[in-house]
């Protein structure tokens, strides 16, 4: 049974336990993160899901991330995530921003690395390959139809900004 802390909107703890897979009651919402991979040499990390999975299984995707377990806070659970997901274990953690919808806030994460590129680990049950693409082809992925809906909606425009800045 996983465990989380419930959040008021304004992401202070509410005070109570959800269960996954159990009713949020109204007005409480849970944590997750997201977090997007960046090369030091500018490449950025896609990541396919397992085709098992029973949501948009098989797609490519930009970010690992997963809902803060009771007791963790946002970048403590970025870091997991990326780790449990890829293997990555280092890299600078910058939250980007903050999305509420449908019962969660969403923090999503830059996370910038050396990480040796060959080294990613995928997750059994979550992830089956990965690749590195360069900035053109990652914009063009953030324009595709072959971004998760969802999380083209959440991070595609700062995604897009943080680029044109060059972060």
Not at 16 to 44: A, K, N, S
Not at 79 to 93: D, K, N, P, S, W
Not at 141 to 152: C, G, K, N, T, V
């Amino acid at each position: 049974m996983e465990i989380w802390d419930g959040y008021y909107e304004d992401g202070t703890l509410a005070g109570i336990d959800l269960v996954r897979g159990e009713e949020i009651p109204q007005g409480v919402y849970h944590l997750v993160t997201q977090v997007l991979v960046r090369h030091e040499d500018g490449g950025y990390l896609l990541m396919r899901r397992d085709p098992a999975k029973p949501n948009f299984g098989g797609w490519w995707e930009a970010t690992a991330g997963g809902a803060a377990l009771k007791g963790e806070g946002s970048e403590a659970c970025a870091r997991r995530e990326l780790r449990e997901e890829t293997g990555i274990e280092t890299g600078a953690f910058i939250l980007t921003h903050r999305v509420v919808e449908k019962g969660r806030i969403y923090d999503c994460y830059l996370c910038v690395t050396g990480w040796e590129k060959s080294a990613v680990v995928m997750q059994q049950g979550e992830t089956v390959d990965f690749r590195w693409v360069g900035p053109e082809e990652f914009a063009a992925f953030l324009d595709s139809e072959e971004m998760i809906p969802a999380q083209r909606r959440r991070c595609r425009e700062e995604f897009k900004k943080r680029m044109e800045r060059g972060e």
